[in-house]
């Protein structure tokens, strides 16, 4: 019974948050490893893109809402959801068009593009906040719970509750979809083939007749899909606040570099990476030794490896031993 | 310009600050125009100088040392032993797994035992008045010192830094050193023993008069009737020309702390700019310049990149500390929480993009154009949307909105002024010029 119970407090304190957040950051990891393969440079604005895309879909959701619309159960938010992708895809194809356009023809080295994103989320965060203001927002309605703490403990009879909220079964949910797509376009259609070219080599790709505009404009679409999904489904799970948008960058650029840069499949396990180590890392584990280990043994402190307050330098940390020891990340993606 | 519209008191303190961004400016100037070398961690090494401020200048706590010195002693003694057995196993053995595997044991297994050990002494030491103290203190000298003493801390992080970052591609480099950055403000944040934490630190010494103590002196106050004679003479009644008296001895002692605050730092300035400029037009500057052109032409010719690159990288980083730890002097407190990435990082690198990467005086022109309109872009947009929108009424809901929101538009404004400045003069407002004698 107590390992048991031991098994439930690990799941519901470490495995699903985790896990939830991992997929988060998995898709703001894709994000930047797409741009990085096939723009070819580091975005400074990624979390400020992902609060435009959720900021637009928060304003849908509102719309709807006042209209009277919802889903029942569900948030309206995922109603909502395609409409701000269409809006976040439009604001980065004008983006492109009067920023990075010019660059790339100019073929400027990374260094100045990563710059010119600099002021490109610059201007998106002050978008942003004029639009919809610094504050923190919750957006989310429908069902919280699927299953309650106090329900859990009741049905099984079990010290340990398990909780498990809508979000993040939509969250994990949308995100295993959302990849498995684009796993399949990436690999198996024609477009998503010479994609990975175009990555691979540029010149050698566009002497096979690739069209390079046409590559640019699916890889915006992508991102700006991503991005939004990314960045919604973090909002409905957490709240949405311009400046977390903005410090998210950094675990969703250690998750991308982790994984091997450039390569999609590396940052989607990369979120996870980060996402697990830091919360194994910071979390307290002295309930759980609690009941595992006989009474004569019960530790005494906390038994925490590091306050919560080093959260983030966890994934700091990982990042910066990575770059030390394997600089193509775990699956190789670009050396650097 | 703001002296006349707003108040000399803003407008010093705007210039202060202004001259603070110019020596950041200076720093990362170095940096980026003479080597190339991208540093994204201004905000790590910002904080590093504002701690030595705290660490040279507080009183140190008795108390606290007795209840937890010893500990934390013990803990430093064991991080130097560490880094002695490190240092003694990669020279003594040739490079292998086992190697690898056995430092990396040491780490782990040395960071938890110092964990451990340095516990009590830490609660120990923050139990201690908490309220007011909680920490070790400092050393309690001049603050001045701390300029020097911040310069340090910041190589010396940097040094790390550049040990482990600096061999990597650029916009690689660009993140890790912005990781770092973080980690560096997540440590300053939450060790309370050390810095207080989010807890603050207030009321630090200052190399200035207090401005309490300059309104009772009897020079200051007939410094201040001189001024103003005109003024004061029109006014007839004895007790109103006291009133005034007062009220302007109380204006002018800010303005003149501040003074003094401007005067000192211009002396830092000055010097910083004399000995860079002598620098870039010494070999040494040509030498830095043909790395940046040119890395493996350079090496070619015998140059020793590696350790050109993290000489400039400390050196760099240094300015930034100094210019860390006036910031504290002047603020006379230090909050850990208010070392953003937005404010002391990016702004600084739109400062030397806007200046002119690669010349000292664009540096200093871009820290004090992007300070003031950062400053300033509330009010002239303020202006701008109610002259855009006169014939509105005031109830209309998107003017209210646009009137709420305008402390944002400085970030659109540095956001547009650095996308322009990329496209259509990509060297800054004033370029880099070399002249070849």
């Not at chain 1, 990891?29 to 609060?51: C, E, K, Q």
Request: glycine share 10%; proline share 3%.
């Amino acid at each position: 019974m107590d390992f048991l119970n031991a098994i439930i407090l690990l799941l519901n304190y470490i495995f699903i948050p985790a896990f939830t957040y991992g997929s988060q950051l998995a898709l703001g990891a894709i994000f930047v490893t797409l741009i990085y393969g096939i723009l070819r440079f580091a975005n400074f604005a990624t979390g400020d893109m992902m609060s435009f895309g959720t900021m637009a879909t928060i304003l849908f959701t509102w719309y709807f809402q006042s209209l009277g619309v919802s889903l029942g159960v569900l948030p309206t938010a995922l109603l909502a959801i395609p409409f701000g992708i269409i809006f976040m895809i439009l604001y980065m194809l004008l983006i492109d068009k009067f920023v990075f356009k010019y660059y790339r023809h100019q073929k400027s080295p990374p260094v100045q593009f990563a710059m010119v994103s600099i002021g490109v989320m610059f201007v998106t965060q002050a978008v942003v906040r004029i639009i919809i203001g610094p504050a923190d927002r919750r957006f989310f309605d429908g069902e919280k719970f699927i299953i309650k703490a106090r329900e859990f403990k009741e049905m099984t009879g079990l010290n340990e509750g398990l909780a498990l909220k809508s979000t993040q079964v939509i969250t994990i949910f949308v995100t295993i979809v959302l990849v498995s797509l684009l796993f399949w376009f990436l690999n198996r259609t024609k477009t998503g083939k010479s994609m990975k070219a175009y990555s691979d080599n540029e010149d050698l790709a566009l002497l096979s007749g690739i069209d390079p505009k046409k590559i640019v404009l699916v890889t915006w679409v992508i991102a700006g899909i991503l991005a939004t999904i990314g960045g919604a489904l973090y909002g409905l799970d957490k709240s949405f606040k311009p400046f977390t948008y903005f410090n998210n960058m950094l675990p969703i650029f250690a998750a991308a570099i982790v994984g091997g840069i450039g390569n999609p499949f590396g940052a989607f396990l990369g979120g996870y990476v980060i996402a697990f180590s830091e919360i194994l890392l910071t979390y307290a584990y002295k309930k759980f030794f609690i009941y595992v280990l006989p009474e004569s043994m019960e530790p005494e402190g906390l038994v925490q490896l590091l306050s919560t307050d080093y959260k983030f330098a966890v994934s700091f940390s990982i990042l910066v031993i990575v770059l030390l020891y394997r600089p193509s990340g775990i699956f190789k993606g670009k050396v650097l | 310009m703001v002296g006349i519209f707003q108040s000399w008191n803003i407008a010093l303190s705007i210039f202060n600050l202004c001259l603070i961004s110019a020596v950041m400016t200076m720093g990362a100037n170095i940096q980026w125009g003479y080597a190339g070398l991208i540093n994204f961690g201004i905000m790590g090494y910002t904080a590093l100088g504002g701690l030595a401020a705290v660490l040279i200048s507080v009183d140190p706590v008795q108390e606290a040392w007795r209840a937890g010195g010893f500990d934390i002693l013990m803990a430093l003694w064991l991080i130097v032993v560490m880094v002695l057995v490190i240092r003694f196993i990669l020279k003594r053995f040739e490079k292998s797994k086992i190697r690898t595997y056995s430092i990396a044991a040491i780490i782990i297994s040395g960071i938890l035992l110092i964990r451990f050990s340095a516990e009590p002494g830490i609660e120990a030491i923050e139990a201690v008045d908490p309220a007011k103290t909680g920490f070790l203190g400092g050393f309690g000298l001049p603050i001045v010192f701390s300029w020097i003493v911040g310069a340090l801390f910041a190589g010396g992080l940097a040094f790390i830094v550049g040990k482990v970052a600096l061999g990597l591609r650029a916009d690689y480099l660009a993140i890790a050193t912005l990781l770092i950055s973080e980690i560096v403000i997540a440590i300053i944040k939450h060790e309370d023993w050390l810095t207080r934490g989010v807890k603050n630190v207030i009321g630090l010494k200052r190399p200035a008069p207090y401005e309490v103590d300059l309104q009772t002196t009897d020079w200051f106050i007939k410094l201040v009737e001189k001024f103003n004679s005109g003024k004061l003479s029109v006014i007839e009644n004895l007790a109103d020309r006291q009133a005034t008296l007062n009220q302007l001895v109380i204006e002018g002692s800010s303005v003149f702390v501040k003074l003094c605050y401007s005067g000192l730092f211009l002396v830092v300035v000055i010097i910083l700019l004399i000995l860079t400029q002598k620098a870039l037009y010494s070999p040494w500057g040509r030498m830095m310049r043909a790395i940046r052109d040119n890395e493996e032409a350079a090496n070619a010719m015998g140059k020793n990149v590696v350790k050109q690159h993290l000489l400039i990288f400390i050196l760099g980083s240094a300015i930034v500390g100094i210019a860390g730890a006036m910031l504290v002097t002047q603020d006379g407190l230090f909050t850990p929480g208010s070392y953003r990435p937005m404010r002391y990082t990016f702004l600084i690198w739109v400062m030397v993009i806007v200046g002119g990467s690669g010349n000292n005086f664009g540096a200093i022109l871009g820290g004090f154009v992007v300070w003031f309109l950062w400053i300033e872009a509330a009010p002239i947009s303020l202006f701008l949307i109610n002259f855009f929108t006169a014939g509105i009424p005031e109830t209309n809901a998107l003017k209210a909105h646009l009137i709420e929101s305008v402390p944002y538009f400085r970030f659109l404004l540095m956001g547009l002024g650095l996308l322009f400045i990329m496209r259509y003069r990509p060297k800054g407002i004033l370029p880099e010029k070399i002249e070849i004698k």
